[in-house]
């Protein structure tokens, strides 16, 4: 079964230093998320992506994040100068157009600020 | 805003047994989707089960199975015969339609106890 692919596992950085996450969806979806998951807490939506271009972003999505699809499959998200509350889990998802189809997760990335 | 409230923080059930977990959700949409996803250990998010508001009828995956309420808001989860691998937090989400991002409860922590 296709899966939502995620690289690094694990990243620890620096406070200060940028991050770049990276995202491979599933190959004929459209839509893509980024989510946030503070250790211990629930999970938040970050942004979501489709056609090229950002469609919802949350109050979290500040300056500070960015989204991009530089080809054709990959799916990055990039933080700037990292902050320790940036810590957490942080999951991409892909959809195909179908409504009525889930979102498929990717195993996540967790991101370690010192 | 839609919201989801997930009352019970930790649970545990006997191996063998059966347990539901409770979820409550707010909105004023009449057509969304909801979502049970598993989160064991090592964090990944696993879709275990959802459900269509237009389908009257309840969705079931093997051992999971839904309780959807419409008039009242609530979609619980019942696990029957619970297994040792079912340990996990569980989160119940909701998606006002079909490519919008997901709303998450703060979850339950499935303790399945041999």
Not at chain 2, 13 to 22: D, G, H, I, K
Request: aromatic share 12%.
């Amino acid at each position: 079964e296709p899966e939502v692919t995620q690289t690094p596992s694990h990243q620890v950085t620096q406070m200060g230093q940028e991050v770049i996450l990276r995202c491979v969806p599933i190959s004929n979806h459209l839509y893509f998320y980024w989510y946030r998951q503070i250790l211990g807490q629930k999970v938040e939506f970050l942004v979501s992506f489709y056609n090229n271009e950002i469609s919802e972003k949350s109050e979290i999505f500040d300056d500070q994040f960015s989204v991009e699809r530089p080809d054709g499959s990959n799916f990055t998200l990039k933080i700037r100068s990292t902050k320790l509350e940036d810590s957490a889990m942080y999951f991409c998802a892909s959809k195909d157009s179908y409504s009525n189809q889930p979102q498929h997760f990717g195993d996540g990335t967790r991101l370690s600020i010192l | 805003a839609q919201t989801v409230t997930q009352s019970q923080p930790e649970m545990s059930v006997q191996e063998a047994e059966t347990v539901t977990l409770s979820c409550t959700y707010d909105t004023s949409e009449n057509n969304y989707y909801l979502f049970w996803y598993k989160q064991p250990p090592s964090r990944q998010m696993i879709l275990v089960i959802r459900q269509e508001a237009y389908k009257q009828q309840n969705a079931t995956e093997n051992r999971f199975s839904v309780n959807f309420q419409k008039a009242a808001k609530s979609f619980s989860l019942k696990i029957s015969d619970s297994q040792l691998g079912d340990t996990a937090m569980y989160f119940c989400a909701f998606g006002p339609s079909g490519n919008t991002p997901l709303v998450f409860g703060k979850g339950t922590r499935l303790s399945v106890i041999a």
